[in-house]
């Protein structure tokens, strides 16, 4: 579904961010991007977003170069409007498509059932917990049917227990509407228990330093098998390695 071939790019300002980026990921299939902080990760999804423009390599999602503004991204912040409801938040994209509202209902109303916000839909962001809001966040981008979502540390800012709960609920969408995910993410955990494939950058120019083929992520008692633990310290090694080479 998304093809990313010999990306390189630098900032105006001359700083070197990408160099020679290629991966895939198939439709339907979990990545997972962990790099060191201020690599360019951020960057790399801005250029499949289509936000910044390709310098040099190409990215294909569907076979067609990437244009601004058609992949839904969630991020850390949430990007909720403050002055609208969990409701108006989640139907927005549909209200924005003139949509009638019987059929925003039918969209929504399960949307909000799924993530368990039904009983808050008349309340505003400032009312929700960090956790309510990257969950309103989410059926905000479910209710327009994506067959790509693009996430950038989704649930950095939250606390351990609400990120994992948050990362289960993500796993069961995943599998029940098999929607084509990226999530760029600082958690090695993370990483493992959400990317069917795993892909570690090096440190700003990223190069891809591995791509790690994860089949077990997604499966809810995978996070306490013994396969989790030695894709983590596969990860961490990696990560952590200054001769990547080393680890083959
Ligand atoms: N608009 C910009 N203009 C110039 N340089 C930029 C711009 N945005 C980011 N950079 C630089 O590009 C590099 C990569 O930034 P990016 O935000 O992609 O990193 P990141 O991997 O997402 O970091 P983090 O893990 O901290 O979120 C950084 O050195 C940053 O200073
Ligand atoms: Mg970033």
């Given at each position: 579904?998304?093809?990313?071939?010999?990306?390189?790019?630098?900032?105006?300002?001359?700083?070197?961010?990408?160099?020679?980026?290629?991966?895939?990921?198939?439709?339907?299939?979990?990545?997972?991007?962990?790099?060191?902080?201020?690599?360019?990760?951020?960057?790399?999804?801005?250029?499949?977003?289509?936000?910044?423009?390709?310098?040099?390599?190409?990215?294909?999602?569907?076979?067609?170069?990437?244009?601004?503004?058609?992949?839904?991204?969630?991020?850390?912040?949430?990007?909720?409007?403050?002055?609208?409801?969990?409701?108006?938040?989640?139907?927005?994209?549909?209200?924005?498509?003139?949509?009638?509202?019987?059929?925003?209902?039918?969209?929504?109303?399960?949307?909000?059932?799924?993530?368990?916000?039904?009983?808050?839909?008349?309340?505003?962001?400032?009312?929700?917990?960090?956790?309510?809001?990257?969950?309103?966040?989410?059926?905000?981008?479910?209710?327009?049917?994506?067959?790509?979502?693009?996430?950038?540390?989704?649930f950095?800012?939250?606390?351990?227990?609400?990120r994992?709960h948050l990362q289960?609920l993500l796993?069961?969408?995943?599998?029940?509407?098999?929607?084509?995910?990226?999530?760029?993410?600082?958690?090695?955990?993370?990483?493992?228990?959400?990317?069917?494939?795993?892909?570690?950058?090096?440190?700003?120019?990223?190069?891809?330093?591995?791509?790690?083929?994860?089949?077990?992520?997604?499966?809810?008692?995978?996070?306490?098998?013994?396969?989790?633990?030695?894709?983590?310290?596969?990860?961490?090694?990696?990560?952590?390695?200054?001769?990547?080479?080393?680890?083959?």
């Amino acid at each position: 579904m998304i093809q990313v071939n010999n990306l390189t790019f630098a900032y105006l300002e001359g700083v070197e961010v990408l160099r020679d980026v290629s991966f895939s990921v198939k439709k339907g299939e979990s990545c997972a991007i962990i790099g060191p902080s201020g690599c360019g990760k951020t960057t790399l999804l801005y250029l499949i977003a289509g936000l910044l423009p390709i310098q040099s390599g190409e990215i294909r999602v569907n076979g067609t170069a990437t244009t601004r503004g058609n992949i839904p991204m969630i991020l850390q912040d949430y990007g909720l409007f403050p002055w609208k409801t969990v409701w108006e938040n989640v139907a927005i994209g549909l209200t924005l498509k003139h949509t009638p509202q019987r059929e925003i209902r039918k969209k929504v109303v399960p949307i909000l059932e799924e993530l368990g916000l039904s009983p808050f839909t008349s309340f505003y962001p400032s009312q929700l917990s960090g956790g309510q809001c990257q969950r309103v966040a989410i059926a905000r981008v479910l209710a327009m049917n994506p067959s790509l979502i693009l996430m950038d540390e989704p649930f950095s800012s939250l606390d351990a227990m609400t990120r994992e709960h948050l990362q289960t609920l993500l796993s069961r969408i995943w599998e029940a509407h098999r929607i084509t995910f990226i999530i760029v993410t600082h958690s090695i955990e993370e990483a493992t228990f959400l990317g069917k494939r795993v892909i570690v950058l090096s440190e700003r120019p990223a190069k891809i330093r591995a791509v790690v083929e994860n089949p077990n992520a997604g499966d809810p008692v995978f996070r306490s098998s013994r396969t989790f633990f030695e894709i983590s310290t596969k990860l961490r090694k990696i990560l952590f390695s200054t001769n990547p080479e080393a680890q083959a």
